[in-house]
C-alpha cells in the first residue's frame, strides 16, 4: 500500500511540474498546433484520450455519486493524469487496501462473494 501511495504521490508531483511548466512557457494553440501537424502528435493524442476514457469508465464504475463521477471525469479531461494520479492518491488514502481502491467496496465484496469468503 505504501509503495502505491508514493507512485500515486511522483505522479501528482511530476504532472503539477509538467502542467506549471506547459503553462509558464508553452503557448498552448501554438504549440498544440504544431502537435496536431505532426502525425506522432496525433497518435500520443489518441493515446491519451483513449487513457483517459478508460480512466473515466473505472471512475463511473467505482464512484456512486453521478455528481463525483462528473467532477472527477471533467477534471481528467481537462487536466489529464494529473487527475487520475490525484484520483488514486485519495482513494488509497480513504481505503484499507489496495483491492478495494481499484475495485471500490462494492467490487471487493463482489470478489470475495465470488470466491466463497
Given at each position: ?8 504521490v511522483?505522479g ?7 502542467l ?6 508553452g503557448?498552448?494553440?501554438e ?14 493524442i489518441?493515446?491519451?484520450y483513449?487513457?483517459f ?21 471533467v ?31 462494492h ?8 470466491s466463497?469468503?
Amino acid at each position: 500500500m505504501k509503495i502505491a501511495k508514493v507512485i500515486a504521490v511522483l505522479g501528482v508531483v511530476a504532472m503539477s511540474v509538467a502542467l506549471l511548466n506547459g503553462f509558464i512557457n508553452g503557448d498552448f494553440f501554438e504549440d498544440g498546433g504544431v502537435l496536431l501537424n505532426n502525425p506522432w502528435g496525433i497518435v500520443s493524442i489518441v493515446d491519451l484520450y483513449v487513457g483517459f476514457v478508460l480512466f473515466a469508465m473505472w471512475i463511473v464504475v467505482r464512484e456512486t455519486s453521478w455528481v463525483s463521477r462528473i467532477v472527477w471525469i471533467v477534471a481528467l479531461m481537462v487536466l489529464g493524469f494529473f487527475t487520475g494520479a490525484l484520483y488514486v492518491l485519495f482513494k488509497l488514502l480513504e481505503s484499507k487496501d489496495v483491492p478495494e481502491v481499484f475495485l471500490g467496496k462494492h467490487g471487493v465484496s463482489r470478489l470475495n462473494n465470488e470466491s466463497g469468503h
